[in-house]
T-cell receptor, first 113, second 108 residues
Framework: KAGVTQTPRYLIKTRGQQVTLSCSPISGHRSVSWYQQTPGQGLQFLFEYFSETQRNKGNFPGRFSGRQFSNSRSEMNVSTLELGDSALYLC????????????FGQGTRLTVV | AQRVTQPEKLLSVFKGAPVELKCNYSYSGSPELFWYVQYSRQRLQLLLRHISRESIKGFTADLNKGETSFHLKKPFAQEEDSAMYYCALVPYGQNFVFGPGTRLSVLP
C-alpha cells in the first residue's frame, strides 16, 4: 500500500509569508501527527489530529496550526514565517495514534529567507 | 515532564565491532519505547519497539525500568548500519517524545 505522502518536498518562502504543507496518510490510518526537525532541536512534536480533531498539541506558537479532513488528509499552516521556522517538517500517520507504530513521510523541507 | 536523552551525538565503530546506542528516559508511568532509524536520504522508519521483544537487522533493545534505559545493541556492526538513530517514548495517551538522536558511523 502507498506510504505517507507529503507535498511539496521543498519550499522557499520569505519572512512574513505564510505556508501550507500537506500530508496524505496511509489508507485506513486516522491519526496524523506533525513534527519539526532541525539540527539544533531534533524532532519536536507539533500536533496530532484524529478524526478531524486536534487531539494533542506541542509547545509551538499559535502561528503553527493544522487541520484534518474527513479523508484523514492533513494540512499544516505556518503564518508570518520567521527565519527560525526553516526546518524539515515531518508527518506521521498511524492507525489510532495510541502507542501504535507511526509511519513517516519524506518530509517537506521549508527554507525561510 | 517526559524526556528522552541520547548522550552520544556521534558514535563511530569499526565494522564487526559491537555497538551500543544509549537511551535514557524520564517518565513516571509504564513506558512504551521505540527505536527509529533514518538512513541517508530515506524516511524515518521503525526499527523496533520494546513490547515486541524481537531482533531486527541484528539489533536488540532491552527495557531496564530500574535504570530507565532502553539501549540499542548489536554484536557485530555492518557498514549498512550507518544511520541516524532515534529513541522515542510514548507516554500513555500522548504522542511520541523523541530523543535528540545518535549518528552511527560504521567504518570499514
Amino acid at each position: 500500500k502507498a506510504g505517507v505522502t507529503q507535498t511539496p518536498r521543498y519550499l522557499i518562502k520569505t519572512r512574513g509569508q505564510q505556508v501550507t504543507l500537506s500530508c496524505s496518510p496511509i489508507s485506513g490510518h486516522r491519526s496524523v501527527s506533525w513534527y519539526q526537525q532541525t539540527p539544533g532541536q531534533g524532532l519536536q512534536f507539533l500536533f496530532e489530529y484524529f478524526s478531524e480533531t486536534q487531539r494533542n498539541k506541542g509547545n509551538f506558537p499559535g502561528r503553527f496550526s493544522g487541520r484534518q479532513f474527513s479523508n484523514s488528509r492533513s494540512e499544516m499552516n505556518v503564518s508570518t514565517l520567521e527565519l527560525g521556522d526553516s526546518a524539515l517538517y515531518l508527518c506521521a500517520s498511524s492507525l489510532d495514534g495510541k502507542n501504535t507504530e507511526a509511519f513517516f513521510g519524506q518530509g517537506t523541507r521549508l527554507t525561510v529567507v | 515532564a517526559q524526556r528522552v536523552t541520547q548522550p552520544e551525538k556521534l558514535l563511530s565503530v569499526f565494522k564487526g565491532a559491537p555497538v551500543e546506542l544509549k537511551c535514557n528516559y524520564s517518565y513516571s508511568g509504564s513506558p512504551e519505547l521505540f527505536w527509529y532509524v533514518q538512513y541517508s536520504r530515506q524516511r524515518l522508519q521503525l526499527l523496533l519497539r520494546h513490547i515486541s521483544r524481537e531482533s531486527i537487522k541484528g539489533f536488540t533493545a532491552d527495557l531496564n525500568k530500574g535504570e530507565t534505559s532502553f539501549h540499542l545493541k548489536k554484536p557485530f556492526a555492518q557498514e549498512e548500519d550507518s544511520a541516524m538513530y532515534y529513541c522515542a517514548l510514548v507516554p500513555y495517551g500522548q504522542n511520541f517524545v523523541f530523543g535528540p538522536g545518535t549518528r552511527l558511523s560504521v567504518l570499514p
